[in-house]
């Protein structure tokens, strides 16, 4: 392998299909529904039922989502729009058309950076991204039949086509985390593989390491899972490596993925050779997206992940991990931003954050969105930390607290009287009597065994039930033991 | 028809069918006879003579005597909806809510739609009463009713003879007083060319005109509803009723609907009228052109101005039609799969058995799928479908250089008057010729109409075309109304 | 000029799910050459530079806001099918998933 390995390159290239989140289809007023959860048949109206005398009708939010992750793609977005029918028979398919966009894409020529395998940053360019509509779904029965929900029929669809710039499946897996990441930031897309609400194709072929040449390539469809799209594309380089080795060319094909076999199996061929027969959609007239509707949706644009990820880095100056954690996420980027535009240092913000509350949120199986802690909350809860009411110790409990109660930092050290003890007085008495109760002790550190400050640090806390002062403790207990030595 | 004798009283009030439709508008709102037993009268007179005709594929009795029961409610409480009360047909290709609507084709046999279509729910909303579906050419596709699955319609001048199609079941309606107004469709003269054989008024709107939505498609760019009526005014009422903006149809025109009933002025004095030497060929038949020409100083004597003008790629418009009409088809008959709906024929797998399912189509809407498909297909496309798209933008070029020069243009709706009915039905070429003076507008964005202009020796009816810019219905109807004003050709009858 | 061969006629007809007799198919063969025929005056025509015209009248930028209103009941929505089963449309097995 690794002697084959420094003797061809892969060449892959990905195709996603991500629905949009609309509350309508993409053509007609349709509801839009989990097509996994639903009952068949629940969510459909005469035109995804491809009824005679159905007219499709453009969802604009779907527009407008495609435009988002066209501008997010670093993509031209084109003035010029046409629909365009692509014909072929099949019984998921209604109206034996699917209305897509074809000579006349919204967005065109973009590029993603992603991170290479040794920390570099990679730039794989973005073909085309344009609309189109979902077909309906087929179940398989043991007795020969098959069943048709159209549910998910006319959902629109984001077709992302990037350019065969990616060389291992490691950055496959690098381009398609991060597609699925901004399709997320935008709200457009849950990411949710399973369900097929985003769904990936890798196109591979294989080349002497140096060349430049585009050879023939092998399509995968039915990836589920990011585990199914890296294991199918090692598994493909590794045959298309071994078929070449044997004398043989690679033949152009179309396969699907067996992940539980890990290997993938010919789809059966159509009977006819594919001819789509495209042509302009007589039923819808153009759309021509001038600048000022560009600019209108650009101004909708949430900060995307890299330009958060920079801030953090460069602005608030996080480490590299703890940004990277944040930024994930757009939800959690967004409670952290919130927590630090509250006044909260984004230092320790980051730290209670993924140190703390995301165990929470696991451990309660929360999102970020449903916790009860929020971001002033945290920052609430961290000025008392500053202010020396409570110390750190006592401040994860609490965070327990609220997170459980909903209560507020302040209310529940109140109420369970969790401040910190910071007069001189109290402190004084107690490291009196420990050295008082505890004479061997020290003599044992008085005769040199230093270590023994530990274990009256200890002692104090305990006495105090853990709510002094932790800095003043120490001044105090190093004022009397330094005393003792004096005599 | 038992319900007959219940409203005796009204029968004695009975008018002629051939009554005009703003005619019977009148006697209903002067409560001088009523919808139900105008309603019955119309039913019994399809009872008797549509058994010869064959113009319509569905009545619908008991729900139109419904609807006029309802309209004579609402009559008596003074309501004026435009077509409150009168008997009307729709073609079959029209999609009526829980009403078979089969568009001729055995392919849809029994369907039902679960909606109306845009302009059912216009005629409803109007108050019209829906006696019946008409007979089509399976899917708009023929100019005679023969390809209909179910019958072929007759023309009421002579049996046998075709009405034309593919509205033929609507103009022989019309014409055999069986029905006061009607609806088709018209994809490349299927309300006009029928008008025309039939010797009534016809109008295909401008494209976007009126909303496509529910009507079953044929060719998407092309179709549209028109209006049928024994007078012109009759055809502005039930365009007047139909049109309008509709947000389910993209390709609908958002604007204003003007009052076809108030254009009706009689007056086309300094009205610019252009006559397309091109329309006037070898093959017109003698007496259609003198009965065109005649017409024409008619309306020069009623102060219109004559203008020869030049319409240079007329000959081209029916080669474009066939290749854009058929692509369209092509794509809008693929969702027959007997899947949703329609019947299925069982093959041996799936891919057999929608072949065999699809094979329901007559052998027309099959002839027309495959040219679709072909001109279509991977290396036939740039030479065929794409050469026709182009020629569509020269052929709209003519239009516009010609409506820079006059308001309406006339030439003959049809080469000939009506012809035999088994004369051409196997021959597609010769059909479509039939088309070859109607099909220029509907890839334009014209309007134009059919009115009566004559008979021929055999008394078969003659028509006229005239055709408006974009959106000058208005335009159309004044002269059509001024012609008819002056001439008598709207008051004969078939001898039915 | 134009003509079909039976194999041309066959390929449509599969590309177009249309299931023909043999009779049929020398039928259409014939048909569509003297169609093609026809149809190929349009190549007299100099298009050089036209752009093409797939609507009649143009408009653009037709378009309707996000709204949920013509979902129809199950029963309506299935009431024309051939055969169903589990409220959904039933079909011979396709396997080709
Ligand atoms: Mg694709
Ligand atoms: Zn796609």
């Not at chain 1, 043989?248 to 159509?270: F, I, M, N, P």
């Not at chain 1, 050290?413 to 008082?436: H, M, N």
């Not at chain 2, 490349?188 to 008024?201: E, K, N, T, Y």
């Not at chain 2, 020409?293 to 029916?318: C, F, M, N, R, W």
């Amino acid at each position: 392998m690794s002697e084959t390995l420094t003797k061809f390159e892969a060449v892959i290239g990905l195709e996603i299909h991500a629905e949009m989140l609309t509350q309508s289809k993409m053509f007609s007023g349709c509801r839009v529904v989990d097509s996994v959860e639903a009952a068949p048949n629940s969510a459909v109206d005469p035109l995804s039922l491809g009824m005679p005398g159905m007219l499709p009708v453009i969802n604009r939010s779907a527009v407008e989502m495609a435009m988002k992750v066209g501008l997010a793609l670093n993509c031209e977005i084109n003035a010029y729009n046409a629909f365009e029918r692509k014909n072929y028979f099949y019984p998921d398919l209604p109206k034996g058309y699917q209305i897509t966009q074809y000579a006349h894409p919204v967005a065109t020529n973009g590029y993603l950076d992603i991170k290479g395998a040794s920390g570099e940053t990679k730039r794989v360019r973005i073909r085309r991204a344009h609309i189109e509509e979902d077909t309906g779904k087929l179940t398989h029965l043991s007795d020969g039949r098959s069943l048709v929900d159209y549910n998910r029929a006319g959902v629109p669809l984001l077709e992302i086509v990037s350019e065969p710039d990616m060389r291992t499946a490691e950055e496959a897996l690098a381009f398609a985390t991060k597609i699925r990441q901004i399709l997320r930031y935008l709200d457009v897309n849950t990411g949710d593989m399973e369900k097929g609400i985003i769904r990936f194709e890798a196109n591979i072929s294989i080349r002497p390491l140096g060349s430049d040449a585009l050879n023939t390539r092998v399509e995968v469809k039915n990836l589920n899972s990011f585990r199914s799209l890296t294991s199918s594309i090692e598994y493909q380089i590794a045959q298309q490596i071994e078929t070449v080795e044997g004398g043989s060319v690679v033949e152009q094909a179309t396969l699907g993925w067996d992940e539980d076999r890990k290997q993938t199996y010919s789809q059966r061929s159509k009977e006819d050779a594919h001819d789509y027969r495209y042509f302009p959609e007589p039923d819808l007239p153009p759309l021509i997206i001038g600048p000022d509707w560009i600019d209108r949706v650009r101004e909708q644009l949430v900060e995307l992940p890299d330009s958060k990820l920079r801030r953090y880095l460069t602005e608030l100056g996080l480490p590299s991990y703890d940004a990277e954690v944040i930024v994930e996420d757009r939800p959690v980027a967004e409670w952290f931003d919130a927590a630090v535009a509250a006044g909260g240092d984004p230092k320790t913000v980051a730290n209670w954050l993924i140190n703390n509350l995301f165990a929470l949120m696991n451990e309660h199986k929360q999102t970020i969105e449903n916790s009860r802690v929020s971001p002033q909350g945290m920052v609430d809860l961290l000025a008392l930390i500053e202010a020396e009411t409570i110390n750190k110790n006592t401040a994860k409990s609490v965070l327990v607290d609220m997170f459980l109660s909903g209560q507020t930092a302040k209310t529940i050290v109140e109420e369970k009287g969790l401040a910190q003890i910071s007069d001189d007085g109290p402190i004084l008495t107690i490291i009196q009597t420990i050295i008082d109760d505890n004479p061997q002790m020290v003599a044992n550190y008085l005769g040199g065994k230093d270590k023994l400050r530990g274990w009256f640090m200890g002692q104090v806390m305990r006495e105090l039930r853990g709510k002094g002062n932790p800095a003043l403790v120490n001044r105090l207990l190093d004022q009397k033991l330094g005393e003792l030595k004096k005599r | 028809m038992s319900k007959m004798t219940e409203s005796a009283d009204d029968m004695t009030k009975s008018t002629s069918p051939f009554l005009s439709l703003t005619g019977l508008r009148a006697a209903l709102r002067d409560g001088s006879i009523s919808s139900t037993a105008a309603t019955e009268a119309i039913l019994t007179r399809i009872e008797t003579i549509d058994p010869t005709l064959r113009s319509f594929v569905t009545v619908t009795a008991e729900e139109a005597l419904a609807q006029a029961r309802a309209a004579d409610q609402r009559l008596a409480n003074g309501e004026k909806t435009p077509l409150l009360g009168v008997p009307v047909a729709i073609k079959e290709i029209l999609c009526s809510e829980g009403i078979v609507s089969q568009a001729g084709s055995k392919i849809l046999e029994g369907f039902k739609p679960p909606y109306d279509a845009y302009v059912v729910s216009k005629l409803k909303a109007a108050g019209a009463v829906i006696v019946g579906m008409t007979n089509t050419d399976e899917f708009g596709m023929g100019s005679s009713t023969e390809y209909s699955a179910f019958q072929t319609s007759r023309n009421p001048w002579n049996i046998e003879c075709t009405p034309g199609g593919s509205s033929g079941g609507s103009a022989a309606a019309v014409a055999g007083g069986l029905a006061y107004g009607a609806l088709g469709t018209d994809t490349g003269g299927s309300v006009r060319l029928p008008a025309s054989f039939c010797g009534i008024v016809g109008l295909r709107p401008t494209y976007g005109r009126v909303s496509r939505w529910g009507v079953i498609a044929y060719a998407s760019s092309l179709d549209q509803v028109g209006p049928m009526g024994r007078t012109v005014e009759d055809t502005a009422v039930m365009l007047q009723t139909i049109s309008g903006y509709d947000e389910r149809d993209s390709t609908s025109i958002e604007t204003a609907v003007p009052d076809y009933e108030a254009a009706c002025t009689g007056d086309i004095r300094g009205l610019k009228i252009g006559i397309p030497q091109e329309y006037f060929i070898e093959g017109l038949d003698p007496e259609v052109k003198a009965a065109v020409e005649a017409a024409i100083e008619q309306l020069a004597a009623l102060g219109a101005e004559i203008v020869d003008i030049s319409l240079p790629h007329t000959k081209y418009a029916l080669p474009m039609y066939y290749l854009i009409a058929t692509a369209e088809a092509s794509a809008n008959l693929a969702r027959y799969d007997g899947v949703r709906f329609g019947p299925r024929v069982p093959g041996k797998d799936v891919i057999e058995t929608t072949m065999r399912t699809r094979a329901l189509f007559g052998p027309e809407v099959k002839n027309r799928i495959m040219l679709g498909t072909f001109v279509l297909s991977a290396g036939y496309y740039d030479a065929y479908y794409g050469r026709a798209l182009k020629a569509r933008t020269l052929l709209i070029n003519d239009f516009n250089r010609a409506f820079e020069q006059v308001d309406v243009i006339l030439t003959p709706t049809s080469p000939t008057t009506a012809f035999k009915i088994g004369e051409k039905a196997d021959d597609p070429l010769q059909m479509y010729l039939t088309d070859i003076f109607t099909v220029s507008l509907n890839l334009s964005a014209s309007c134009g109409l059919s009115v009566p202009c004559g008979r021929d020796s055999a008394g078969l009816p003659i028509g006229l075309q005239l055709i408006g810019a974009t959106l000058q219905e208005e335009t159309i109807l004044r002269v059509a109304h001024a012609y008819q004003q002056a001439t008598e050709w709207h008051t004969a009858h078939p001898p039915v | 000029m134009s003509t079909l061969s039976l194999q041309d006629v066959e390929k449509i007809a599969l590309l177009a799910r249309l299931y023909l007799t043999p009779e049929e198919k020398a039928k259409y063969q014939q048909q569509l050459s003297d169609v093609l025929t026809y149809v190929e005056q349009l190549s007299e025509l100099d298009l050089d530079g036209v752009p093409p015209q797939a609507h009649a009248v143009a408009q653009q930028n037709i378009m309707r806001e996000d709204e949920v209103n013509s979902t129809i009941p199950i029963n309506k929505a299935l009431g024309n099918a051939a055969a169903t089963a589990d409220d959904q449309f039933a079909i011979q097995a396709v396997f080709d998933e």
